[in-house]
């Protein structure tokens, strides 16, 4: 083989291992289909629900609420024209209130059967909040529903959904922060007391997952606000210190998806992100992983990273 053939191949190799890699960026096309409750024919509800125009935060003319049910699920169904079956970001758009309901149960039909995701509909009102990244099939059909089977308190509500393609190219990893926050060398450095990195940005920094996994919320007085996403691989990566979550508690999630915003809660002495990955209960050295994604490689096997010697 001549040096010339043996460096084409290399060249090749790199770039297709480099198109796994995600670097969260501009996002790429993606086809997306919004349906508003006042959409004709896209949206159903029985007459348990109503009509408001009360709060300027709501998309389109109006939005339907209806008082809490926890002997049926009665639910309000937006039906959406899916293209194509694949990925889908889907999110969701209602006004906010502390009087509405803390735990609304928004119902998603995916292509393993609905998945049910709770909202609090106090917060993050007049916006899209991201229910996750589900698997839908093809067709039009109701996607997306929201239920008044819940045990919070104050009316559920009902405004618009939007589904978008994932853009994320294939890729299996990402930064968990954008590649212009940080230079590299941030990701090499030790973490102040166990096997851990904090990276210093500043608060409503966008953090993104690292792989495709499922989400959990952590919310207590060391953490602060926070993410445990359990990745497909079985290891847990944690992200603390957030100043707001991006997706719902239990969200499925892909890669590059954003999941929050860095900030200072919990036990924090700056804005910052603090991340680290365990699997099962030992923790394990992010540092050889991020820098593995900054780098354009292929990182590590969680289960093979250092337990000691990226602390202080």
């Known amino acids: 083989m001549s040096n010339q053939y043996a460096r084409g191949l290399a060249v090749l190799a790199a770039t297709a291992l480099a198109a796994s890699i ?3 960026a501009s996002p790429a096309a993606a086809a997306t289909v919004t349906v508003d409750n006042a959409t004709a024919d896209r949206f159903t509800a029985s007459a348990n629900w109503g009509t408001s125009t009360w709060s300027s935060q709501r998309q389109g003319p109006d939005y339907r609420y209806a008082t809490p049910n926890t002997t049926a699920s009665d639910p309000a169904w937006f039906k959406i024209n899916v293209p194509s079956a694949g990925n889908y970001l889907v999110e969701v758009w209602y006004p906010a209130d502390p009087g509405y309901n803390n ?6 039909a995916t292509t393993s059967g609905n998945q049910t995701i709770p909202v ?5 009102g007049g916006r899209w909040v ?4 589900f698997s839908l099939a093809a067709g039009d059909y109701n996607v997306v529903g929201v ?3 819940t045990s919070g308190t104050g009316y559920v509500i009902a405004d618009a959904v939007r589904i978008t393609t994932a853009t994320d190219g294939g890729g299996q ?3 968990p922060l954008p590649r212009t926050a940080l230079p590299r060398s941030e990701y090499d450095d030790p973490h102040h007391d166990y096997p851990a990195i904090d990276l210093p940005v500043p608060t409503g920094t966008p ?3 690292v792989r495709s996994g499922t989400v959990v919320r952590i919310n207590d007085s060391s953490c602060g606000q926070g993410i445990n996403l359990t990745g497909t691989d079985g290891a847990i990566y944690t992200y603390c210190h957030f ?10 999630v892909t890669a590059g998806q954003r999941i929050g915003s860095t900030g200072n809660t919990g036990n924090s002495t700056g804005p910052h992100l603090h991340f680290g990955i365990r699997t099962g209960s030992t923790r394990r050295c992010p540092q050889p992983f991020l820098l593995a994604i900054y780098d354009g490689v292929t990182p590590p096997a969680a289960t093979s990273l250092p337990t000691s010697g990226c602390s202080y």
């Open 22 to 24: 995600l670097v969260p």
């Open 103 to 108: 735990a609304t149960p928004f119902i998603v």
């Open 120 to 124: 609090n509909q106090r917060v993050n």
């Open 130 to 133: 991201s229910l996750g990244t």
């Open 147 to 149: 239920s008044r089977w």
């Open 173 to 175: 990893f990402s930064l």
């Open 207 to 209: 953090a993104y997952a």
């Open 243 to 252: 100043s707001a979550w991006s997706v719902a508690n239990g969200a499925t």
